[in-house]
C-alpha cells in the first residue's frame, strides 16, 4: 500500500469516528433536550394547577362571603376567577396532551368544576338574591343547606382530584429528572470515552506512520553515511512499494553509479600511476643522457671547446634540470591526495626550523619567527612542503639588498592562520589568482629558475587538508602568502 494511501486511510478513519462520535453526541443531546422540555412542562403542569385550584378556592370563598351577609361585593372573586377558568383549563390541557393519565384526571376535573359550578354555585347565587329581593319566599334556609351539602361534597371531591393530579405530576416529574440526569451522565461518558478511543487511534496511527516514515528514512541516512565513508557497494531492501520505494531505488542506483564510478577511477588512478612511472623512468633517462652527453663533450674538448659551446652546454645542463625538476613537481602534484599521510604530534616551531635549515638561505636573508607556535596532530611532511614552497619562494623572487621573512600565527576555534611575508616586489592585484596555476610565473623562466608548480603543490595541499589560502599584496609592498590549517 502506498505511503499517500496510507495516510488517506488513517485520516478517513479518524474523521469516521468522529463523525460516529458527532452523531451520537446528537442523538443523545436529543434525549437530553426531551427529558429537559418535559421537566419545564411538568413545572408548568404544576404551576398552571396551582393557579387553577387558587381560583376555584377564590370562587368557593367567595360565594361563602355572598351567603352570610348578601353583599355583591364578595362575588368579584368568584366572578374574575371564573373569567379566568377557561383559559386555565385549556393551557393546562396543552401540556398535558403528552400524558393520557393527567389528561383524563384534567378532563374529570373539569366535569366537576362545570357541575360544581352549574349545579351549586349558580343556584346558590341565585337563591340568595331571591331571599334579598322578597323575604316572603318559603323554604329559602332548606334549599340554601341542602346546596351547601352538595357543594361541599363536590368541591372535597374537586380537592382530591388535584391532590392525585398535582401528585402524579410530580411522580413524572421525578421520573424525567432521573432520566434526564442519567441521558447526561450517559452523554457524558459515551462523549469521553469515544473521544479518547478517537484520540487514542488517533496518536496510534500518527504514531505508526512517523515511525514507518522515520524508520526508513534513518535507513537511508544510514546508507548515505555508509557512501560517505567508501562503502558503495551497500544496497536498501525496500519492498514497500510506495512512495519511499522509490526514493530507496534512486538512492540503490546512485550508490550502484558512484561505486561505478569510483572503480572506474580507482582503474585510472592505476593507470595515472603507471604512466606517472613510465613517464619518469622515460623523460627522466634520456635528460640524464643528455646531462651526462654534454658533460663527456665538454671533458673530451678540454681546453679546446670554444667559449660559446661550452656556454651552450651549460645552458643545455640548465634546461636538462628544469625539465626534471618540472618532472618531478607534476609528479608530486598528481600525488596529492591519492594516498593518505600519517598525521602525528607535529611542533610546528622545530618543524619551520628544521625546514630553515634544508633550505639554502642566501646570508642577507633574515627570518623572523613568532614567539609561540602550537603543537598539532596533523600530517608533517605536508606541512613542511607548504611551508618549503612558500619560503623558497619568498627568497627566489626577492629583489632587496636585505631579505626579510615573517612568519605570523594565528589560532581561531576552527583553524590555524599561518602566513608567510616578504618584502619582496610585490605581486598585482590581477596575478593574485593566476599565481596558483599551474606552470604560470611572474618572470622569464630564464631570469628565475622556476617550474611555475610550487604554488600549485602548495593549493592543492591546503585545500585537500580542508584548509584555503590566498595572498595579500601590491607591487613594490612585498607579498604576504596566508593559508588556514583545519585543527583535527
Known amino acids: 500500500m502506498k505511503l499517500s494511501v496510507k495516510l488517506f486511510v488513517g485520516f478517513l478513519l479518524i474523521s469516521a469516528l468522529f463523525t460516529a462520535v458527532a452523531i451520537v453526541n446528537f442523538r443523545l443531546s436529543e434525549d437530553v433536550i426531551e427529558n429537559s422540555d418535559w421537566v419545564t412542562r411538568s413545572q408548568v403542569v404544576v404551576r398552571n394547577s396551582a393557579a387553577l385550584q387558587r381560583n376555584i378556592i377564590d370562587m368557593e370563598t367567595g360565594i361563602r362571603g355572598f351567603l352570610l351577609n348578601g353583599n355583591e361585593t364578595f362575588l368579584i372573586p368568584y366572578t374574575q376567577a371564573k373569567q379566568l377558568m377557561p383559559r386555565l383549563f385549556k393551557e393546562l390541557s396543552t401540556y398535558t396532551t403528552y400524558t393520557p393519565e393527567q389528561t383524563s384526571k384534567l378532563r374529570y376535573i373539569v366535569d366537576v368544576q362545570k357541575r360544581w359550578e352549574q349545579d351549586y354555585a349558580e343556584p346558590l347565587i341565585a337563591i340568595t338574591r331571591a331571599d334579598m329581593a322578597d323575604s316572603t319566599v318559603k323554604d329559602i334556609s332548606f334549599k340554601v343547606d341542602s346546596l351547601l351539602v352538595g357543594e361541599k361534597d363536590l368541591m372535597d371531591s374537586l380537592r382530591v382530584a388535584f391532590k392525585d393530579f398535582n401528585a402524579y405530576e410530580y411522580k413524572v416529574r421525578k421520573d424525567r429528572l432521573n432520566r434526564l440526569s442519567n441521558s447526561i451522565e450517559n452523554t457524558r461518558q459515551v462523549s469521553t470515552i469515544l473521544t479518547i478511543i478517537s484520540v487514542i487511534l488517533g496518536l496510534s496511527w500518527a504514531y505508526y506512520i512517523t515511525r514507518l516514515i522515520s524508520t526508513r528514512i534513518m535507513i537511508m541516512v544510514n546508507l548515505a553515511d555508509k557512501i560517505s565513508k567508501g562503502d558503495y557497494k551497500t544496497q536498501i531492501n525496500d519492498n514497500a512499494n510506495d512512495?519511499?520505494?522509490?526514493?530507496?531505488?534512486?538512492?540503490?542506483?546512485?550508490?550502484?553509479?558512484?561505486?561505478?564510478?569510483?572503480?572506474?577511477?580507482?582503474?585510472?588512478?592505476?593507470?595515472?600511476?603507471?604512466?606517472?612511472?613510465?613517464?619518469?623512468?622515460?623523460?627522466?633517462?634520456?635528460?640524464?643522457?643528455?646531462?651526462?652527453?654534454?658533460?663527456?663533450?665538454?671533458?673530451?674538448?678540454?681546453?679546446?671547446?670554444?667559449?660559446?659551446?661550452?656556454?651552450?652546454?651549460?645552458?643545455?645542463?640548465?634546461?636538462?634540470?628544469?625539465?626534471?625538476?618540472?618532472?618531478?613537481?607534476?609528479?608530486?602534484?598528481?600525488?596529492?591526495?591519492?594516498?593518505?599521510?600519517?598525521?602525528?604530534?607535529?611542533?610546528?616551531?622545530?618543524?619551520?626550523?628544521?625546514?630553515?635549515?634544508?633550505?639554502?638561505?642566501?646570508?642577507?636573508?633574515?627570518?623572523?619567527?613568532?614567539?609561540?607556535?602550537?603543537?598539532?596532530?596533523?600530517?608533517?611532511?605536508?606541512?613542511?612542503?607548504?611551508?618549503?614552497?612558500?619560503?623558497?619562494?619568498?627568497?627566489k623572487y626577492n629583489d632587496k639588498e636585505e631579505g626579510l621573512i615573517t612568519i605570523g600565527f594565528k589560532e581561531s576555534e576552527e583553524y590555524y592562520t599561518f602566513s608567510v611575508k616578504d618584502n619582496g616586489p610585490g605581486i598585482d592585484a590581477d596575478y593574485h589568482e593566476r599565481i596558483f596555476v599551474i606552470f604560470q610565473t611572474l618572470q622569464e623562466r630564464d631570469a628565475v629558475e622556476s617550474t611555475g608548480v610550487g604554488l600549485a603543490i602548495v593549493k592543492k595541499i591546503v585545500e585537500w587538508q580542508g584548509g584555503t589560502i590566498w595572498v595579500n599584496s601590491e607591487p613594490g609592498q612585498g607579498a604576504t602568502f596566508t593559508f588556514t590549517w583545519p585543527k583535527k
Open 243 to 395: 512512495e519511499l520505494s522509490m526514493l530507496s531505488l534512486s538512492l540503490n542506483s546512485m550508490a550502484t553509479t558512484i561505486d561505478e564510478t569510483f572503480s572506474e577511477l580507482d582503474r585510472k588512478n592505476k593507470e595515472l600511476d603507471q604512466f606517472a612511472y613510465v613517464v619518469s623512468h622515460d623523460l627522466k633517462a634520456p635528460l640524464r643522457g643528455i646531462e651526462v652527453a654534454s658533460r663527456w663533450v665538454e671533458e673530451d674538448m678540454g681546453r679546446q671547446l670554444p667559449e660559446n659551446v661550452r656556454e651552450y652546454l651549460a645552458m643545455m645542463r640548465t634546461r636538462v634540470h628544469r625539465m626534471e625538476n618540472l618532472i618531478n613537481g607534476i609528479l608530486a602534484l598528481a600525488r596529492i591526495g591519492r594516498t593518505t599521510p600519517v598525521d602525528e604530534q607535529v611542533d610546528v616551531g622545530e618543524l619551520l626550523h628544521d625546514t630553515v635549515d634544508l633550505i639554502n638561505i642566501p646570508p642577507h636573508f633574515r627570518i623572523i619567527f613568532p614567539e609561540a607556535l602550537p603543537v598539532i596532530f596533523t600530517a608533517r611532511i605536508q606541512l613542511q612542503q607548504v611551508f618549503s614552497n612558500l619560503i623558497s619562494n619568498a627568497i
